[in-house]
């Protein structure tokens, strides 16, 4: 689990292609302070696992679902990538609870600097615009940010300075493409609803012990 707030910009260092995968070397400092092979480390808010910590970075595979779902089949050495170490349970959530499962990659669209912010306009794939509210949470690149305004294929979020300054999105342009995870708790509350789950009076109160919901099974869901 992590929490949206980028703690270094990292660099893809190489890309190996694997069998129906790639295995990313990422250059880094911060984020290697007690991280250990297996650990989770949010690249470009794709969760991955440390493979082997190596001089001054890390390696990690992707697997083929991730680089068909994700912005990192576009990966190339060089590329400055968000990173984030897990969040531990004493810490702060400085964010909003983020998975580092990618829904889905939007497009930027518009880029509106001002004084003391800039508007950035994103598209928004079709089927994920219905979790997009106003002054709701979203995850771009691995960035918590507050959503604007939301239409039916767009939003925009608001950067201020900080956020260009210790992320990738200030060095976006308009056409690049970014993962794009919204708030996993809007996707749970759909999931009841469609299953028709309600609140009836009555309903639960037995003694026998807590009444099952139906749907609520775990899933494994790619990253």
């Known amino acids: 689990m992590f929490t949206g707030i980028v703690e270094e910009r990292g660099t893809v ?18 984020v290697l302070q007690g991280t250990r092979p297996g650990d989770s480390i949010s690249v470009n808010g794709v969760c991955l696992t440390v493979v082997e910590l190596v001089d001054a970075g890390f390696t990690a595979d992707v697997m083929q679902e991730t ?20 969040v531990r349970a004493d810490g702060r959530l400085g964010g909003h609870l983020v998975q580092g499962h990618v ?3 939007g497009v930027i669209r518009e880029i509106s600097p001002s004084e003391n912010w800039t508007l950035m306009r994103i598209s928004v794939p079709v089927g994920l615009e219905r979790y997009v509210a106003q002054k709701g949470s979203i995850t771009v690149d691995g960035v918590s940010l507050t959503v604007v305004d939301v239409r039916d294929d767009w939003f ?7 956020t260009l ?8 342009s308009v056409g ?22 309600g609140l009836q009076a009555g309903e639960g109160s037995s003694h026998e012990g807590p009444a099952s919901i139906p749907g609520a099974e775990g899933r494994d869901d790619p990253r």
């Open 156 to 162: 925009t979020v608001s950067l201020i300075p900080t």
């Open 13 to 30: 260092a190489s890309v190996e292609p694997l069998s129906q995968a790639a295995r990313l070397e990422v250059g880094a400092s911060l």
């Open 67 to 86: 680089l068909v779902r994700t912005s990192l089949a576009r990966a190339v050495p060089g590329a400055l990538v968000n990173l984030e170490r897990a």
């Open 165 to 172: 300054e210790q992320t990738t999105l200030g060095s976006r």
């Open 176 to 197: 690049e493409v970014v993962n794009l995870e919204v708030d996993v708790i809007a996707k749970y509350v759909e999931r009841l609803l469609a299953q028709g789950v």
């Open 103 to 105: 829904d889905g990659t």
